[in-house]
């Protein structure tokens, strides 16, 4: 078992920037892929960003591109969520996701632990 805790969520100003951490906690000796996906009212959750176990590979959700990057540092076990330029419609919970693979799962079916979420808010 893997237990996640997001961190680092808040209300910021749009345009502004915030970053999420995840840290992870149990068998973290197991090389993870790890995600971040998102979930606003009344909305299915989306996926947002993934990285590979050695970070060499990584994946965005076209919405986010540029706008955000994913890193990880494994001596820690925890993961970020750099967010800049952010808009309204960013504005949800997001979640901290790990899977057992070497491939950077994009679905949200494709993980197998998941964190409580930490909300983001952002004003216009």
């Known amino acids: 078992q893997v237990q996640l805790v997001e961190s680092g969520g808040g209300l910021v100003q749009a345009g502004g920037s915030l970053r999420l951490s995840c840290a992870a906690s149990?068998?973290?000796?197991?090389?993870?892929?790890m995600g971040w996906f998102r979930q606003a009212p009344g909305k299915e959750r989306e996926f947002v960003a993934a990285?590979?176990?050695?970070?060499?590979?990584?994946a965005f959700a076209d919405s986010v591109k540029g706008r955000f990057t994913i890193s990880r540092d494994n001596a820690k076990n925890t993961v970020y969520l750099q967010m800049n330029s952010l808009k309204p419609e960013d504005t949800a919970v997001y979640y901290c996701?790990?899977?057992?693979?070497?491939?950077?799962?994009?679905?949200?079916?494709?993980?197998?632990?998941w964190g409580q979420g930490t909300q983001v808010t952002v004003s216009s």
């Open positions: 149990g068998r973290t000796k197991s090389r993870y892929a």
């Open positions: 990285i590979s176990w050695s970070g060499g590979s990584t």
């Open positions: 996701a790990a899977r057992t693979t070497t491939f950077v799962p994009v679905t949200r079916d494709d993980y197998d632990y």
